[in-house]
């Protein structure tokens, strides 16, 4: 991926950014769209190949479905895409990112509508109201899509093409799922959508535990939060973690649910179980995710959904730092640091200051940046 184009394209963002804050008119965020999926669609990154040489192997024929290591709901829907665009990947990429970009706008949208309403309203109802009260209105829909494009944004749609829209429908759940809709209908969609992001990736079954956090959780005090993070700060840095991870590798019953997980056909899990690496290499991502927490939790808001979400960043941050030794633990940890961007978004809106506001999206957006462009070019 050409750190030129990238850096230019972000320039480009930063700018826009701004001129909506000084300004105060908000901007659409598919000014810089159409050019973010021109960055993935055409750049060359370590798992392109894979994909390429996948893309152009299989026919088009949906019942066709090949056991390969590509799960089945992605096969299908690359084979509808490839029936649109021919044997073009660079189409393929644009199209499949373009339907994973919506899916994440429509949930942005569905998750304003959740945490922008009237106070009074919430502190009386189970569920939130549609209406959005003007002021809220002003939340910046391009503010959160600079903030996802970031890391989530390149990684996904770069590498880890088969689990970007897995994490997307995840997020998609999490909106549904304070709906001010029948309760039926709400179950229904959500177990469509979550046994289609499983069929995009098996891992997806990870998610069974974020929608229960989100679901079930509220707001912590501060002091809880404080303590649960300086826990967790003393424990990564104690270096505890290969000799937990190792203990925790080689109890019988680990063993027993890895081998299930071969007989149930979640291939995914269990190649992460057969590359398992341990070391006690420092994760400057994680130090920075760890870091951010502390931002993240030191705001009060009023906004219950922000909370749900920094529960299930706490609970990635909780289990980087007991299994972060292990080389592919950080695949797992996405699907809780997933929400960063979200827990971002919020709280940079809440900058009393142009000033501070710049800052902020600096320290926000660049170490992620830093952070994406290293992986997808290789460095090391």
Same mark, same amino acid.
């Given at each position: 991926?050409?750190?030129?184009?990238?850096?230019? &394209?972000?320039?480009?963002?930063? &700018?826009?950014?701004?001129?909506?804050?000084?300004?105060?008119?908000?901007?659409?965020?598919?000014?810089?769209?159409?050019?973010?999926?021109?960055?993935?669609?055409?750049?060359?990154?370590?798992?392109?190949?894979?994909?390429?040489?996948?893309?152009?192997?299989?026919?088009?024929?949906?019942?066709?479905? $090949?056991?390969? $290591?590509?799960? $089945?709901?992605?096969?299908?829907?690359?084979?509808?895409? *490839?029936?649109?665009?021919? #044997?073009?990947?660079?189409?393929?990429?644009?199209?499949?990112?373009?339907?994973?970009?919506?899916?994440?706008?429509?949930?942005?949208?569905?998750?304003?509508?959740?945490?922008?309403?009237?106070?009074? +309203?919430?502190?009386?109802?189970? +569920?939130?109201?549609?209406?959005?009260?003007?002021?809220?209105?002003?939340?910046?829909?391009?503010?959160?899509?600079?903030?996802?494009?970031?890391?989530?944004?390149?990684? +996904?749609?770069?590498?880890?093409?088969?689990?970007?829209?897995?994490?997307?429908?995840?997020?998609?759940?999490?909106?549904?799922?304070?709906?001010?809709?029948? *309760?039926?209908?709400?179950?229904?969609?959500?177990?469509?959508?979550?046994?289609?992001?499983?069929?995009?990736?098996?891992?997806?079954?990870?998610?069974?535990?974020?929608?229960?956090?989100?679901f079930f959780t509220n707001k912590l005090s501060t002091r809880?939060?404080?303590?649960?993070?300086?826990?967790?700060?003393?424990?990564?840095?104690?270096?505890?973690?290969?000799?937990?991870?190792? *203990?925790?590798?080689?109890?019988?019953?680990?063993?027993?649910?890895?081998?299930?997980? $071969?007989?149930?056909?979640? *291939?995914?899990?269990?190649?992460?179980?057969?590359?398992? #690496?341990?070391?006690?290499?420092?994760?400057?991502?994680?130090?920075?995710?760890?870091?951010?927490?502390?931002? &993240?939790?030191?705001?009060?808001?009023?906004?219950?959904?922000?909370?749900?979400?920094?529960?299930?960043?706490?609970?990635?941050?909780?289990?980087?730092?007991?299994?972060?030794?292990?080389?592919?633990?950080?695949?797992?940890?996405?699907?809780?640091?997933?929400? &960063?961007?979200?827990?971002?978004?919020i709280r940079v809106e809440a900058s009393p200051s142009v000033?501070?506001?710049?800052?902020?999206?600096?320290?926000?957006?660049?170490?992620?940046?830093?952070?994406?462009?290293?992986?997808?070019?290789?460095?090391?």
């Open positions: 991926m050409n750190i030129y184009i990238v850096g230019f &394209f972000f320039f480009l963002c930063f &700018f826009f950014l701004f001129v909506e804050r000084f300004k105060s008119d908000r901007i659409t965020p598919w000014l810089i769209i159409p050019f973010y999926l021109f960055i993935v669609a055409y750049s060359y990154t370590p798992d392109t190949e894979a994909y390429e040489s996948f893309y152009y192997s299989i026919d088009t024929n949906i019942d066709n479905i $090949e056991g390969t $290591e590509f799960a $089945e709901g992605f096969q299908v829907f690359t084979k509808i895409i *490839k029936t649109l665009v021919g #044997d073009n990947f660079n189409y393929y990429m644009l199209l499949y990112n373009l339907v994973n970009l919506l899916i994440i706008l429509f949930s942005i949208k569905l998750i304003k509508k959740r945490i922008l309403v009237d106070d009074v +309203y919430r502190e009386n109802s189970e +569920y939130f109201d549609l209406n959005i009260s003007k002021s809220n209105q002003s939340y910046s829909t391009l503010l959160v899509i600079v903030m996802y494009f970031a890391y989530f944004g390149l990684f +996904y749609n770069s590498i880890a093409i088969r689990a970007n829209i897995t994490l997307s429908l995840l997020l998609l759940i999490t909106a549904i799922l304070y709906l001010n809709i029948n *309760k039926v209908l709400k179950i229904i969609l959500s177990l469509i959508l979550f046994t289609t992001a499983v069929s995009f990736h098996s891992t997806a079954i990870i998610g069974v535990i974020v929608l229960l956090i989100y809880t939060y404080l303590v649960i993070w300086i826990v967790v700060g003393l424990f990564y840095f104690s270096g505890l973690s290969e000799f937990l991870v190792s *203990k925790f590798l080689n109890l019988d019953i680990i063993n027993r649910i890895l081998s299930a997980s $071969e007989n149930q056909g979640l *291939k995914d899990i269990d190649r992460y179980r057969d590359i398992v #690496d341990i070391s006690n290499k420092v994760s400057f991502r994680y130090i920075y995710l760890f870091v951010m927490g502390f931002y &993240f939790f030191n705001f009060n808001t009023s906004d219950v959904v922000y909370y749900k979400y920094l529960n299930i960043y706490f609970t990635g941050l909780i289990l980087g730092a007991f299994f972060g030794s292990m080389e592919t633990f950080g695949r797992v940890l996405d699907y809780f640091s997933f929400y &960063f961007f979200i827990l971002a978004w000033r501070s506001y710049i800052v902020a999206c600096f320290l926000l957006i660049l170490p992620q940046l830093i952070f994406v462009l290293r992986i997808i070019n290789d460095v090391t």
